[in-house]
């Protein structure tokens, strides 16, 4: 049977996100929880990383869900990623955040769409139902 890769992905995203959201906790001074969003998003992958461990179909689905919400989320802060290289930004860590954020879910979103891909070939190249 295959052996993917995604549980320990997930875990691994969650654990960066966590960091992401604290860093920018911190070095907005402590000033909005907001700053912690990305922590909230990487504990609750971290979580579908540990259930994925178990179950990887549930926890990595329920992950990329987490990850399109997550990237739904961000969208709006990176549209102002004009405004940070201009200069005007009103709040630009949040917006090195939130890029930061929506890159990283981008790339988990891709990386769990391809797992899916080759899980499902895998699938029919050996005869397995489901």
Do not use: D
């Not at 860093?23 to 922590?39: D, K």
């Not at 609750?44 to 997550?70: D, E, N, Q």
């Amino acid at each position: 049977m295959q052996n993917s890769t995604m549980p320990r992905t997930t875990i691994i995203l969650g654990a960066v996100l966590v960091l992401v959201g604290v860093i920018g906790y911190f070095a907005s001074g402590m000033a909005s929880w907001t700053a912690l969003i990305p922590a909230i998003l990487g504990v609750a992958l971290l979580v579908c990383g540990l259930i994925a461990l178990r179950s990887p179909k549930v926890g990595v689905h329920i992950a990329l869900v987490l990850a399109l919400l997550g990237i739904a989320g961000t969208f709006m802060n990176v549209l102002r990623l004009g405004e940070l290289f201009a200069g005007t930004a009103e709040r630009p860590l949040a917006v090195v955040a939130s890029v930061v954020t929506f890159v990283l879910l981008v790339v988990y979103l891709v990386l769990g769409i391809r797992s899916f891909i080759a899980a499902r070939r895998w699938r029919r190249e050996h005869g397995t139902g489901q």
